[in-house]
């Protein structure tokens, strides 16, 4: 906008125009130094949110806890869940809809934690159980190898042959020693199954009888068995035993008796 100055002069004749230097006109959008435009920031507001920790926290407890069934009681890790849960219930900033459900699984965690331990109780209780059961079939498997290893008792041991003499309610066989062929004794049987040891060193369970036609003792047999003649003395007794089985082992007593080869 112009700006016109007029002069006036002691002539009043003589008037000049002054023009002075024209001032731009502001433009729109320029800057304008009555009016600058200052930038107003505008404050960020973050929503009302839990700490990050208590939500993840939260979240991972109820994963875990749902992956909990249909798991065997003793597999499950209650007592770090149980912690978990109690550590968001110390957390002042739990929203009450978390508190609520900490307190919840709490108490479910606690019952089945007590079952946990009865359960682990009891499984000790039972594995005490076996390892007595052990003991006591291992102590019988010793005392039953004791029994089969303990000394065997005849009432006389030796070979057994048949007898020429024959009389009485009986059949007559000899007892003789293996070495030399000697009567020990003289056995009377009507058991067939004696016919079956004839030359074999045996065994005989029965009753030594005195017979005055005999020259040596009658052994009214009930039992008889083949033996080993090395197990005399070891784990076989008798109280008769042939003369040279003794002189082999010295340290044997028994009481033998002698007698013809009839």
């Known amino acids: 906008m112009a700006i016109e ?64 069934a249909g798991k065997p009681l003793d597999e499950l890790p209650i007592p770090r869940l149980l ?5 968001l219930l110390k957390d002042d900033h739990l929203p009450g809809s978390m508190r609520r459900v900490a307190q919840a699984k709490a108490a479910s965690l606690r019952v089945k ?18 390892s007595k059961l052990a003991a006591l079939r291992t102590d019988r498997t010793e005392i039953q190898q004791r029994v089969a290893d303990k000394i065997i008792a005849y009432t006389a041991v030796g070979t057994l042959q048949p007898s020429t003499l024959q ?7 000899r007892l003789t020693d293996p070495a030399n062929g000697r009567t020990l004794c003289y056995v009377r049987s009507n058991d067939a199954k004696f016919g079956t040891f004839l030359e074999k060193f045996v065994g005989i369970k029965g009753e030594l009888v ?14 008889i068995a083949a033996v080993d003649p090395a197990e005399v003395t070891k784990k076989v007794s008798a109280q008769i035993i042939p003369p040279s089985i003794l002189s082999a082992r010295p ?3 028994a009481s033998t008796g002698a007698g013809d080869s009839q």
Not at 83 to 87: C, F, K, L, P, S
Not at 113 to 130: V, Y
Not at 167 to 173: D, I, M, R
């Open 5 to 68: 100055k007029i002069e006036k002069k002691a002539d009043d004749a003589n008037i000049e125009l002054v023009k002075t230097q024209e001032k731009p006109i502001d433009q729109p959008g320029a800057e304008s130094l009555a009016n600058p435009i200052v930038p107003i920031e505008v404050a960020k507001i973050s929503p009302t949110t839990q700490p990050i920790s208590v939500q993840a926290e939260f979240d991972r407890l109820e994963s875990e806890f749902a992956a909990m």
């Open 83 to 87: 912690a978990g849960y109690e550590g």
């Open 113 to 130: 934690a007590h079952a946990q331990t009865e359960l682990a109780a009891l499984r000790k209780g039972q594995e005490e159980s076996d």
């Open 167 to 173: 009389h009485g309610p009986a059949t007559l066989y």
């Open 210 to 223: 005195s017979e005055p036609q005999l020259s040596v003792k009658a052994l009214v047999a009930t039992d």
């Open 251 to 253: 340290a044997a007593q």
